[in-house]
């Protein structure tokens, strides 16, 4: 089955500055990249997705790129605001509906 | 829209009790997924539905959990007898059918076993 990897678990940043996170895959017929916020007490929500067929997409402050022969793609989040702090999972599609998330990462960024 | 509903919010009982977690989906969705978040584990995807079949339960972890969905408004998912390593965050989650559609997750139920 697909195997998710998340790194890194935790990642402090200073309000403005830019945040990383990174995941890789391991079956190469995912086709479907969604990143989802978790804030405390709160379901996930999808803020960004990227589908097999384009590098890179963009919304505002978030971005995501996706390189498939390396199976691994990121989420970049500019201009960090502190309302910004929250934990970030990736995922991948597997199969009809299979969605496969990472550990997630834990972004606190300080005012 | 008021989202993807669930009840209880949290729950707390005692091993051997039976426990029943409910979950509606957003109006017009056809497709429910169970997931089940710890700290060790993550969220793992427990079983999900198509119109109401349930397609893949392969992350059930045993018997003592099942999940049915009698319509197209509602789901429950039940474990009998609960256990303490079942404490954790159950999410509910729906979107509309086919591959590659967001799915909108609920607030999820906390359940604590003792």
């Known amino acids: 089955g697909e195997n998710v990897e998340q790194h890194p678990s935790t990642l402090s940043v200073q309000e403005g500055d830019s945040a990383v996170i990174k995941c890789t895959y391991s079956d190469s017929a995912s086709n479907y990249f969604p990143w989802y916020k978790q804030e405390l007490g709160k379901g996930p929500q999808l803020i960004i997705d990227i589908r097999s067929n384009v590098g890179e997409k963009k919304d505002q402050r978030i971005a995501v790129t996706l390189n498939k022969t390396a199976k691994h793609f990121s989420l970049h989040i500019t201009e960090t605001q502190p309302e910004d702090s929250a934990v970030y999972f990736c995922a991948a599609l597997a199969g009809a509906n299979n969605l496969f998330f990472g550990t997630g990462t834990r972004l606190t960024v300080i005012p | 829209d008021a989202g993807v509903i669930q009840s209880p919010r949290h729950e707390v009982t005692e091993m051997g009790q039976e426990v029943t977690l409910r979950c509606k989906p957003i109006s017009g969705h056809n497709s429910l997924f169970w997931y089940r978040q710890t700290m060790m584990r993550g969220l793992e995807l427990l079983i999900y539905?198509?119109?109401?079949?349930?397609?893949?339960d392969s992350g059930m972890p045993e018997d003592r959990f099942s999940a049915k969905m009698p319509n197209a408004s509602f789901s429950t998912l039940k474990i009998q007898p609960s256990e303490p390593r079942d404490s954790a965050v159950y999410f509910c989650a729906s979107s509309t059918s086919g591959s590659n559609n967001e799915q909108f997750f609920g607030p999820g139920t906390r359940l604590t076993v003792l």
């Open positions: 539905f198509n119109n109401n079949v349930p397609i893949d």
